[in-house]
């Protein structure tokens, strides 16, 4: 799953999450990661943050937010088994790494040994989708349909809807 929008709020007035305490989770979203927790599910993260190739913030302290976030989702028994991203800057048109190039993805497959057609990457944004779409991968996508729009039928995600709360039926079915 992605990380901003989907686990935690994005910054209101910044563009990044520059320390823990600009971090706050998304209560729903949490709470679905739960209830999915409880059916056996565990969670990697693959997102991007310019934040490091602009110099906003430092790989040592966007380790310590994800440190932060592991932990504190595993208090309530979700498993974040790892986070990946994308230091590159967003106008790096040559990354391999960064959402919708599937770099990470790749290697959240080899690592963890997962075939990604059996997985499903929840995401906020239609770059999320076409990165799922890249690595042969599925998504569930939050937000507003519209958004969609520059998306061709491979590529749509499976469902479409507000939270991570209302998609659970649709996961536990998926995996059946």
């Known amino acids: 799953m992605d990380r901003d929008g989907v686990i935690n709020h994005k910054v209101k007035n910044k563009r990044y999450v520059e320390k ?7 209560d729903e979203n949490v709470d679905a ?11 990697i993260v693959i997102t991007n943050q310019a934040c490091i190739s602009l110099n906003i913030i430092s790989k040592k302290t966007l380790s310590y937010i994800h440190n932060k976030m ?31 190039a599937p770099g990470l993805f790749f290697m959240a497959s ?3 040994k997962i075939n990604l057609g059996d997985c499903i990457f929840i995401g906020d944004d239609p770059r999320d989708c076409l990165a799922a779409a890249n690595a042969g991968s599925n998504s569930i996508f939050l937000g507003k349909k519209k958004l969609l729009t ?20 649709f996961i536990i079915q998926f995996y059946k």
């Open 20 to 26: 823990w305490s600009d971090f706050k989770f998304i």
């Open 33 to 43: 990661l739960e209830t999915l927790s409880k059916k056996g599910f565990k969670f």
């Open 70 to 100: 592991k932990l504190e989702l595993m208090k309530k028994r979700i498993e974040i088994l790892d986070v990946f991203y994308s230091p590159d800057h967003f106008n790096d048109t040559f990354s391999k790494t960064r959402k919708p």
């Open 110 to 112: 080899y690592l963890y």
């Open 150 to 169: 520059t998306l061709n039928k491979d590529q749509y995600p499976l469902k479409v809807c507000k939270n991570i709360k209302n998609s659970i039926q």
